[in-house]
């Protein structure tokens, strides 16, 4: 069971818009620590979506929004495509684990 | 270009052990913090240990630290991880990580490609 909550799966049709949450606790997202999120297709490694909650990396589009409240985070995509299908991780700092901690996943379909 | 390229993954018995090599290219690689993070067949990432730029601070997830210990020779650019008494519930992919900062926290900005880890007898 991960430190961070997701939902394990969220669908949508194209170009329409999903949030995917990652729900935290006070010791990690509710105590001030960044949520960055990751992209990853089907056999290849993670990539780089968002960092500090909400900051796009260069190369990554305006469609990814990232935000942060309480305990909880949000990635949004706006403009489904059917290349955005892959697993959506969030990751934080946790300071009862002393580690860095990830959510489980969230697998998106585009229908 | 920024590249991180894994080696030494196989397949080893349980109780055995495997040095795991990163291999870093197209940055400088004592200015960055360093992880492992790994991911079981089918299953979600799982963050494994961290040092910084100068090896001045390691973490390991509190699960492993008996067990796997993370270091690096900057003058080789090259992260390791040497992992022991390596049990079924290790078998992975493992990624090295190179980190990038915010003021709330760390976050991994270039991932390689992974080596494969498979603990079976």
């Known amino acids: 069971q991960s430190v961070l909550t997701q939902a394990p799966s969220v669908s949508g049709a194209p170009g329409q818009r999903v949030t995917i949450s990652c729900t935290g606790s006070s010791s990690n997202i509710g105590a001030g620590y960044d949520v960055h999120w990751y992209r990853q297709l089907p056999g290849t490694a993670p990539k780089l979506l968002i960092n500090?909650?909400?900051n796009r990396p260069s190369g990554v589009p305006d469609r990814f929004s990232g935000s942060k409240s309480g305990t909880s985070a949000s990635l949004a995509i706006t403009g489904l495509q059917a290349e955005d299908e892959a697993d959506y991780y969030c990751q934080s700092y946790d300071s009862s684990l002393s580690g860095w901690v990830f959510g489980g996943g969230t697998k998106l379909t585009v229908l | 270009e920024v590249q991180l390229v894994e080696s030494g993954g196989g397949l080893v018995k349980p109780g055995g052990s495997l040095r795991l090599s990163c291999a870093a290219s197209g940055f400088t690689f004592s200015s960055f913090g360093m992880n492992w993070v790994r991911q079981a067949p089918g299953k979600g990432l799982e963050w494994v240990s961290s040092?910084?730029?100068?090896?001045?601070?390691?973490y390991y997830a509190d699960s492993l630290k008996d067990r796997f210990t993370i270091s690096r020779d900057n003058a080789k650019n090259s992260l390791y991880l040497q992992m022991n008494n390596l049990r079924a519930e290790d078998t992975a992919v493992y990624y090295c990580a190179r980190e990038g900062a915010t003021r709330g926290g760390y976050y991994v900005d270039v991932w390689g490609k992974g080596t494969t880890v498979t603990v079976s007898s």
């Open positions: 040092i910084s730029s100068r090896s001045s601070y390691i």
């Open positions: 500090g909650n909400s």
